[in-house]
Antibody, heavy 123, light 110 residues
Framework: QVQLVQSGAEVKRPGSSVKLSCKAS????????MSWVRQAPGQGLEWMGK????????DYAENFQGRVNFTADIPTSTVYMELSSLRSGDTAIYYC????????????????WGQGTMVTVSS | QSVLTQPPSVSAAPGQKVTISCSGS????????VSWYQQLPGSAPKLLIY???ERPSGIPDRFSGSKSGTSATLDITGLQTGDEADYYC???????????FGGGTKLTVL
């Protein structure tokens, strides 16, 4: 079955950057749309944006414009999320999620999730 | 502050039914389809409902969704202790040009 496996926990200093990975298996990567969603401790879900790896198309949420970059490596079926100028408010679990595009409506939801990567930003 | 509004918590006894609401506006729920996610403690979210009322393969029919105007609801019948989790609604927001979520509802099965 389709699986997304994410890289391990990170501890970063304020002002630095972090780059996380998410490796897919179990289905042709060429058909994937991938999103990143984060969750601060005890808080809800926040969508960061999406990438269509095979086309290199990226769409970032307003809150992260200019600070986030999604990339993909097709041969290894891996997507990456780099977040720069880190601050304490970026402390969160970061999830990658496959986008399910409904054949009936075209609406997008998130049907497969990675296990999450904890990023702690602290001086 | 989440774009979609959910009650912070709901509770019910095993075997009973619970309804979780999700309120939005014309820029999101009013003009788009809603999905629902279950997040068990310490786990990643799991898709329960998409397109307002469709269940992915493997999701029991105890879980159902509906939408009316700018609000959506998730119904869970035959509650089990294993249903204790946080539940999130989500949809696309036209004004924000992005996906948005509710703040989450913690379900307690008494």
């Amino acid at each position: 079955q389709v699986q997304l496996v994410q890289s391990g926990a990170e501890v970063k200093r304020p002002g630095s950057s972090v780059k996380l990975s998410c490796k897919a298996s179990g289905a042709p990567f060429s058909s994937f749309l991938m999103s990143w969603v984060r969750q601060a401790p005890g808080q809800g879900l926040e969508w960061m944006g999406k990438i269509i790896p095979i086309l290199g198309i990226r769409d970032y949420a307003e809150n992260f414009q200019g600070r986030v970059n999604f990339t993909a490596d097709i041969p290894t079926s891996t997507v990456y999320m780099e977040l720069s100028s880190l601050r304490s408010g970026d402390t969160a679990i970061y999830y990658c999620a496959r986008v399910l595009r409904s054949a009936r409506t075209g609406t997008q939801s998130f049907d497969i999730w990675g296990q999450g990567t904890m990023v702690t930003v602290s001086s | 502050q989440s774009v979609l509004t959910q009650p912070p918590s709901v509770s019910a006894a095993p075997g009973q039914k619970v309804t979780i609401s999700c309120s939005g506006s014309s820029s999101n729920i009013g003009n788009n389809y809603v999905s629902w996610y279950q997040q068990l403690p310490g786990s990643a979210p799991k898709l329960l409902i998409y397109d307002n009322n469709e269940r992915p393969s493997g999701i029991p029919d105890r879980f159902s969704g509906s939408k009316s105007g700018t609000s959506a609801t998730l119904d869970i019948t035959g509650l089990q202790t294993g249903d204790e989790a946080d539940y999130y609604c989500g949809t696309w927001d036209i004004s924000l040009s992005g996906n948005v979520f509710g703040g989450g509802t913690k379900l307690t099965v008494l």
